[in-house]
């Protein structure tokens, strides 16, 4: 909230620019596309075995733009671990030119360490001619769809807001313009007689500021809050000079008139 004009009969005060929606809308939208697109939430191991140490693996990694294979012969794996990071954990075959992730990080620990375990039974048991085991973790791509439906709704549902205090006509116009709605009111400067910062605590005990604007009546017209307090007061300062001097510039404009009319 800021104020982009104050002058002798004007006073425009605007809640936010256009910059600050798209930005973080579009930066958010970002992070979800990336996690959409290029994080493999499901996975598939098959392996197929001819002989003792003679077969050949195909491990399948499913995303969004669609799938990627790879070729493994059963001979060059040796074995499969569950690689621990913090609170994630993913499933990793140990081939002889490296480790190949197999699943993708979750916080599934129980079921990583079972896949792994079902890969190193089979490798160990050359009886078993056949392995097909999957890691399903497409619930994955739900945090690349929430930074995306939050970054539309914050362009949907974020509003301008712009209060512009016209000494001329003596009115308060309150423009709210959003890609949703729009709205305009008005009121007569004479109904406003003061300003206020109102201090309100939340759930979590943050404390936050609010600009009231006192109507005859006992109504209330309340400003965007903020957990700026200085900048709540720089915003009821300059409204309470601007009405106060408009005030007195109407007591001066009303003796004038009466002292013209006496001498004449």
């Not at 916080?107 to 078993?128: E, R, V």
Request: proline content about 2%; overall charge positive; hydrophobic content about 40%.
């Amino acid at each position: 909230m800021k104020i982009i004009k104050y002058t002798a009969t004007e006073l425009i005060i605007q809640t936010k620019s256009i910059l600050d929606f798209w930005f973080p809308s579009c930066l958010l939208m970002t992070f979800g596309l990336i996690g959409l697109t290029f994080d493999y939430h499901a996975a598939t191991l098959s392996c197929q075995r001819s002989h003792e140490k003679q077969g050949n693996c195909q491990l399948v990694r499913s995303h969004l733009l669609g799938s990627n294979i790879q070729e493994i012969q059963l001979a060059a794996l040796q074995g499969a671990k569950v690689e621990r990071f913090g609170s994630k954990s993913r499933v990793v075959l140990v081939t002889n030119v490296g480790d190949v992730p197999f699943s993708a990080n979750s916080t599934n620990w129980g079921n990583k360490d079972a896949a792994a375990s079902d890969i190193n039974f089979y490798l160990k048991n050359a009886k078993s001619r056949l392995l097909r085991l999957s890691q399903d973790d497409r619930w994955l791509g739900w945090t690349g769809g929430i930074f995306l439906l939050a970054g539309v709704g914050v362009i949907a549902l974020g509003n301008k807001e712009t209060y512009s205090f016209d000494g001329t006509s003596n009115t308060l116009t309150v423009k709210r313009r959003g890609l949703l709605a729009r709205k305009v009111i008005k009121r007569s400067l004479f109904e406003i007689y003061g300003v206020e910062v109102d201090r309100t605590k939340d759930r979590d005990h943050d404390v936050w500021y609010q600009v009231r604007l006192l109507v005859s009546g006992g109504d209330r017209i309340s400003l965007p809050h903020t957990m700026s307090p200085y900048k709540q007061v720089e915003i009821a300062k300059a409204i309470n000079n601007y009405l106060h001097a408009r005030s007195h510039e109407s007591i001066c404009s009303d003796d004038c008139s009466q002292s013209e009319n006496s001498v004449g």
